[in-house]
């Protein structure tokens, strides 16, 4: 059956270092992989999208990697603030027919300053 | 733009009592989404529309669960009648892509509690 796994339930991270969050896959062939934040009570909000022949997406500190060998996404946060703390979710969209977006379970990043 | 509005922000009722929670999505988007977030299963689809019609339906859990979409703006998702395990927040998204999927924006969400 098809799984996505999202690294760790919590990560804790001191200011200023980098974060990785990591989604792995399995059963999948997705088109494409994005990523969401989520902070408590709110809805998740759409980060970056990388397609299944990119190979990084950066956006200001964020940075995205997607390997369809390994069947995983990284998602890196650089300069880390406590701003920064939430749960990130990963979504892949299947790459065949109407399927729609999947989402993994997340990973809730602390930053510790 | 507004966004994604839902309402009511927060429902409590008591177990056998209907349940309808609201969704207007952004104008101008051609798939709404509605989802359902619990600590122990995170965020699942309950079912999916394209163009107001209902083109995956396979997440909603049983038969209790509808969902309508009557026209562009406006959908409903009803549950009767309503269980304590239905207790979640439900999310409704859209996306402005019908077909494949796109970016999606989410409301703010209903806080279910079924006592």
């Known amino acids: 059956s098809q799984k996505i796994e999202q690294n760790s339930e919590a990560l804790n991270i001191q200011e200023g270092k980098t974060a990785t969050l990591t989604c792995n896959y399995t059963?999948?062939?997705?088109?494409?992989l994005q990523w969401y934040r989520q902070d408590p009570g709110r809805g998740p909000v759409f980060l970056l999208l990388?397609?299944?022949?990119?190979k990084e997406k950066r956006k200001e500190r964020l940075k995205v990697t997607f390997d369809t060998t390994l069947k995983q996404s990284l998602f890196h946060i650089t300069a880390s603030q406590p701003a920064d703390s939430a749960t990130y979710l990963c979504a892949l969209d299947p790459n065949f027919g109407n399927e729609k977006l999947t989402f993994g379970t997340g990973t809730r990043l602390t930053i510790i300053p | 733009d507004a966004g994604v509005i839902q309402s009511p922000r927060h429902e409590v009722t008591e177990m056998g009592q209907e349940v309808t929670l609201r969704c207007k999505p952004i104008s101008g988007h051609n798939s709404l989404f509605w989802y359902r977030q619990t600590m122990m299963r995170g965020l699942e689809l309950l079912i999916y529309f394209n163009n107001n019609v209902p083109i995956d339906d396979s997440g909603m859990p049983e038969d209790r669960f509808s969902a309508k979409m009557p026209n562009a703006s406006f959908s409903t998702l009803k549950i009767q009648p309503s269980e304590p395990r239905d207790s979640a927040v439900y999310f409704c998204a859209s996306s402005a892509r019908e077909g494949r999927t796109d970016t999606q924006y989410f409301g703010p969400g209903t806080r279910l509690t079924v006592l």
């Open positions: 990388i397609r299944e022949n990119e």
């Open positions: 059963n999948y062939s997705p088109a494409y």
